[in-house]
């Protein structure tokens, strides 16, 4: 455990915008780059990706080339027919990045809209069932309380703390009125991934119910591996702006090609047809891309694609490696830290980038929060359970600065 007295010395680091940490080590040194090119990185012990990912100055850069170089004609086809590359690449790219074909695509502005549409997409009858988890985001749980209020479904809830059997509990849940399962891919609550060949296997049985199966893919890419083919759901959102570090206001929806026509549309408009007239005749586009409409942000998907990019070239599985080793030293520090306990699962696959630690019962983790982020410059984050506190732990973080975080923890709440 880092002493306190040390946190002094980080702080000073921090302040004076710091690149590096003394306990990269020289095979290390593309760790150091990519901090260097986050400025949150170094601006800050940033512990809080699993809410907001800090994007590098390559991302910052594209959004601000495209919006200029857009904004010199948006109407003008010398500026319109290059922007108008962006979707169909940014597609593609996460097609083959994520483990889809590019028709399976859609890009939204967030995990929630792709949630939504998703919620949204069957004709739902009173007494219809849809299964979540005890570990969901709000926005994997608002819809379904608006479609309860609104058409009188029923949410069942299963049980997925560390430890519990994924298909036992769901299983224990199914009857002949479930329709659909909804559940997180890796929880922002305790940070449990759900392994993709047991996800497979979930994916496998539902089908032979005819239960539609989506994945809340917040938390996935950039964090644990995540591949769409593998995984065995009928849909998964997710987003740009947590550990793909891209920017705010994007994200994408991976749909079945399969079962396109059965993931209706509730929000449709210009864009999402592949015909028209004004004669009551429309046809949709044949791919995911139906539920893409109106004017765009193309600059900033221009940004997400460059994250994407950007990412890529250091490695995913580097990438992932790295939080894992991370994750061990977390683990061993919180052993070493009286006071403190690990809520999230100590084993790979099972675990991820999403580390949450439990406090001291008479510790406040939202009072704990704001003594961090105001006192230390520390971001961090609490969560659903009341003594559960997240540190979000990315590849650019290093053990000198999860070292610090716990020391600042275990201090405040001694």
Same mark, same amino acid.
């Given at each position: 455990?880092?002493?306190? $007295?040390?946190?002094?010395?980080?702080?000073?680091?921090?302040?004076?915008?710091?690149?590096?940490?003394?306990?990269?080590?020289?095979?290390?040194?593309?760790?150091?780059?990519?901090? +260097?090119?986050?400025?949150?990185?170094?601006? =800050?012990?940033?512990?809080?990706?699993? $809410?907001?990912?800090? !994007?590098?100055?390559?991302?910052?850069?594209?959004?601000?080339?495209?919006?200029?170089?857009?904004?010199?004609?948006?109407?003008?086809?010398?500026?319109?027919?290059?922007?108008?590359?962006?979707?169909?690449?940014?597609?593609?790219?996460? +097609?083959?990045?994520?483990?889809?074909?590019?028709?399976? &695509?859609?890009?939204?502005?967030?995990? =929630?809209?792709?949630?939504?549409?998703?919620?949204?997409?069957?004709?739902?009858?009173?007494?219809?069932?849809?299964?979540?988890?005890?570990?969901?985001?709000?926005?994997?749980?608002?819809?379904?309380?608006? #479609?309860?209020?609104?058409?009188?479904?029923?949410?069942?809830?299963?049980?997925?703390?560390?430890?519990?059997?994924?298909?036992?509990?769901? +299983?224990?849940?199914?009857?002949?009125?479930?329709?659909? &399962?909804?559940?997180?891919?890796?929880?922002?609550?305790?940070?449990?991934?759900?392994?993709?060949?047991?996800?497979?296997? #979930?994916?496998?049985?539902?089908?032979?119910?005819?239960?539609?199966?989506?994945?809340?893919?917040?938390?996935?890419?950039?964090?644990?591996?995540?591949?769409?083919?593998?995984?065995?759901?009928?849909?998964?959102?997710?987003?740009?702006?947590?550990? @793909?570090?891209?920017?705010?206001?994007?994200?994408? #929806?991976?749909?079945?090609?399969?079962? @396109?026509?059965?993931?209706?549309?509730?929000?449709?408009? =210009?864009?999402?047809? !592949?015909?028209?007239?004004?004669?009551?005749?429309?046809?949709?586009?044949?791919?995911?891309?139906?539920?893409?409409?109106?004017?765009?942000?193309?600059?900033?998907?221009? $940004?997400?694609?460059?994250?994407?990019?950007?990412?890529?070239?250091? $490695?995913?599985?580097?990438?992932?490696?790295?939080?894992?080793?991370?994750?061990?030293?977390?683990?061993?520090?919180?052993?070493?830290?009286?006071?403190?306990?690990?809520?999230?699962?100590?084993?790979?696959?099972?675990?991820?980038?999403?580390?949450?630690?439990?406090?001291?019962?008479?510790?406040?983790?939202?009072?704990?929060?704001?003594?961090?982020?105001?006192? !230390?410059?520390?971001? +961090?984050?609490?969560?659903?359970?009341?003594?559960?506190?997240?540190?979000?732990?990315?590849?650019?973080?290093?053990?000198?600065?999860?070292?610090?975080?716990?020391?600042?923890?275990?201090?405040?709440?001694?």
């Amino acid at each position: 455990m880092v002493p306190v $007295g040390r946190l002094a010395g980080l702080h000073e680091d921090v302040a004076a915008g710091a690149t590096t940490a003394s306990d990269l080590a020289p095979q290390d040194a593309w760790v150091a780059r990519g901090r +260097a090119e986050i400025p949150a990185a170094t601006g =800050s012990v940033y512990l809080q990706t699993g $809410g907001i990912g800090p !994007a590098p100055k390559a991302v910052i850069d594209e959004v601000k080339d495209r919006l200029e170089f857009q904004n010199q004609g948006p109407a003008d086809p010398r500026y319109a027919t290059d922007m108008a590359r962006v979707e169909p690449d940014l597609r593609a790219q996460l +097609a083959r990045v994520f483990g889809a074909a590019t028709d399976e &695509v859609a890009l939204t502005h967030s995990t =929630s809209e792709g949630i939504s549409i998703v919620a949204w997409s069957l004709n739902w009858r009173p007494g219809d069932e849809v299964i979540l988890s005890n570990i969901e985001h709000p926005a994997n749980v608002i819809p379904w309380y608006v #479609l309860r209020d609104r058409f009188g479904i029923a949410i069942r809830e299963i049980d997925l703390s560390v430890g519990t059997s994924l298909m036992d509990e769901v +299983a224990a849940q199914l009857s002949p009125r479930t329709r659909m &399962v909804s559940i997180s891919h890796v929880s922002r609550n305790n940070g449990r991934t759900i392994r993709t060949g047991e996800s497979a296997e #979930l994916g496998r049985l539902l089908r032979t119910r005819g239960i539609r199966y989506h994945l809340d893919g917040a938390q996935g890419p950039g964090c644990v591996p995540t591949d769409f083919r593998a995984l065995g759901c009928d849909c998964y959102s997710t987003c740009g702006h947590k550990w @793909l570090l891209g920017p705010k206001g994007t994200g994408a #929806l991976f749909v079945r090609r399969n079962i @396109l026509d059965d993931v209706q549309l509730s929000w449709a408009g =210009s864009h999402s047809h !592949a015909t028209m007239d004004y004669e009551g005749a429309y046809t949709l586009l044949p791919g995911a891309a139906r539920y893409e409409f109106g004017t765009r942000a193309l600059a900033d998907f221009a $940004g997400f694609g460059r994250a994407v990019e950007w990412m890529e070239d250091i $490695g995913f599985e580097r990438i992932e490696d790295r939080i894992q080793s991370l994750v061990d030293h977390a683990i061993e520090a919180i052993a070493h830290t009286d006071g403190l306990e690990v809520s999230s699962p100590g084993t790979r696959p099972d675990r991820s980038g999403v580390f949450v630690l439990q406090l001291p019962a008479d510790c406040d983790a939202t009072a704990l929060y704001n003594d961090l982020r105001e006192d !230390a410059r520390i971001l +961090a984050s609490p969560v659903r359970q009341p003594r559960d506190f997240r540190l979000s732990i990315h590849f650019f973080n290093t053990r000198d600065e999860i070292d610090a975080a716990i020391a600042a923890i275990a201090e405040r709440c001694r």
